[in-house]
């Protein structure tokens, strides 16, 4: 007898299949002269099917089907049958479809209650209605339904995951299931054009009561898309998706997604990580976009960070987190590249080879005296054309712009936009530099503005 129905299905554990199930396509190849057919059905059209016996017996009614994760993820473990007794489980090459429409169970005894056990994937539970990400696309999408493949190849005929449907196909057979005829509704949802992504793409980003699906990607290429799509994409997603793929990054490109997204949404993706952990994210980040984002903490929780921070590195932080967040040493960077006044090209080179910071944020190289005051800036266009053992100041700027520690951003954004600027030193009192305003931070400022 299968056990009493349950709330919902067993929470995920260890795989545990049999040898057909840990291979289903061992009878596939079983003879290879034979002939293989597909018949394509999709999750929702199957969901509610009468599944009988060879003697036409009702035995249950669809309710979902079983995919396994881990190394065999997308293999259909089972179709789960809602009988009288309860949830049971059978293996899906112990059940064909028959040309009436329904299942027909081969074996009775294949059928067997729904334990405890199983690390399973169930579709309309766990995919349906879910959020996936979209990598081709950089964009969350949400499931429609699931296409399955019935693959017959001699006696054979086992079931398998084609597609999630996340486009109007899935979504029109869902909203008029039980109103028309399956027939129909399969012509009908026809008419609208195919989106789906394929199966081997798609997999569970971890496995616990609450399982999280995404598009299956290395960690690599997960690196090689822009932190503002990455950003975009963790906005779109619920906090446990959001936690989950976040967690999943590496500090470096943490640390600039981190600086993509706005400082609630900062906190937040920060809320579940240790101190060390998030040290070693902010370790990564821009030194005033780090800033800002301990500004935006409790003093308790940002001092806590900065003790476990790298010594170099958090003196840079703490003496940003000293100026006020509206004006030009609150927006700037410490991050940029200076030389001798009397340095050559290839001096400059060598010290952007040694650069530590983002090479794409710099666009000039500065030139300071023995007490750091500012003499000339030199453009990397205008570097590049020269030969190394030029002196940079002769290729220098004649005059060079700059702006005081204490200026306003409304002022910023002016000379920016006056002087079509792409960075603006920053200097103290003395003329000494201190930093460097980046345009991208001035245009968030204005689109804020907006």
Request: with cysteine; proline share 6%.
């Amino acid at each position: 007898m299968c056990q009493e129905e349950p709330a919902r299905f067993p929470p995920a554990r260890s795989l545990s299949l049999s040898d057909s199930l840990q291979n289903p396509t061992h009878r596939l190849h079983s003879s290879v002269m034979e002939p293989r057919t597909t018949a394509r059905v999709s999750l929702t059209a199957l969901l509610g099917t009468p599944v009988t016996d060879a003697h036409g017996q009702l035995r249950g009614r669809l309710k979902d089907i079983a995919v396994a994760t881990g190394p065999d993820a997308g293999k259909v473990a089972g179709l789960v049958l809602k009988t009288r007794a309860g949830l049971c489980i059978v293996p899906s090459q112990e059940v064909m479809e028959t040309p009436a429409g329904t299942l027909e169970l081969r074996t009775p005894a294949a059928l067997v209650p729904l334990k405890d056990e199983g690390n399973y994937l169930y579709l309309q539970q766990d995919l349906v209605d879910r959020q996936i990400i979209d990598v081709k696309g950089r964009k969350v999408v949400r499931v429609n339904d699931v296409d399955l493949e019935w693959l017959g190849h001699g006696s054979a005929h086992l079931l398998r995951v084609a597609e999630v449907d996340i486009g109007l196909r899935g979504a029109v057979r869902r909203v008029f299931k039980g109103i028309v005829p399956r027939a129909t509704l399969e012509t009908m949802s026809r008419r609208f054009k195919p989106n789906g992504i394929p199966w081997p793409f798609v997999d569970v980003i971890e496995v616990d009561p609450a399982r999280r699906v995404k598009l299956r990607i290395e960690y690599e290429r997960l690196a090689e898309m822009h932190p503002s799509d990455l950003a975009e994409i963790l906005e779109d997603l619920p906090p446990a998706e959001r936690e989950a793929v976040f967690t999943s990054l590496d500090e470096e490109v943490a640390a600039e997604t981190l600086e993509e997204v706005d400082p609630k949404l900062q906190k937040a993706l920060l809320e579940k990580l240790d101190e060390e952990k998030i040290a070693d994210i902010v370790e990564e980040m821009d030194p005033g976009a780090a800033a800002d984002l301990l500004a935006e903490l409790s003093e308790e929780q940002s001092d806590a960070i900065l003790e476990e921070m790298e010594p170099e590195e958090r003196q840079e932080v703490e003496e940003l987190l000293e100026f006020d967040e509206n004006s030009a040493a609150g927006s700037m960077t410490t991050d940029f590249v200076a030389v001798p006044a009397d340095a050559t090209v290839a001096h400059a080179v060598h010290a952007l080879r040694n650069f530590d910071g983002d090479p794409e944020s710099v666009t000039e190289i500065y030139l300071l005296d023995e007490k750091h005051v500012l003499k000339g800036a030199v453009s990397l266009a205008r570097m590049v054309l020269a030969q190394p053992e030029a002196r940079l100041a002769v290729l220098a700027e004649p005059r060079v712009l700059s702006c005081p520690v204490h200026m306003h951003q409304n002022e910023l954004a002016e000379m920016f936009d006056k002087y079509n600027l792409r960075a603006l030193p920053v200097v103290d009192s003395q003329g000494r530099m201190v930093g460097v305003v980046l345009a991208d931070h001035v245009i968030s400022f204005l689109r804020e503005k907006l």
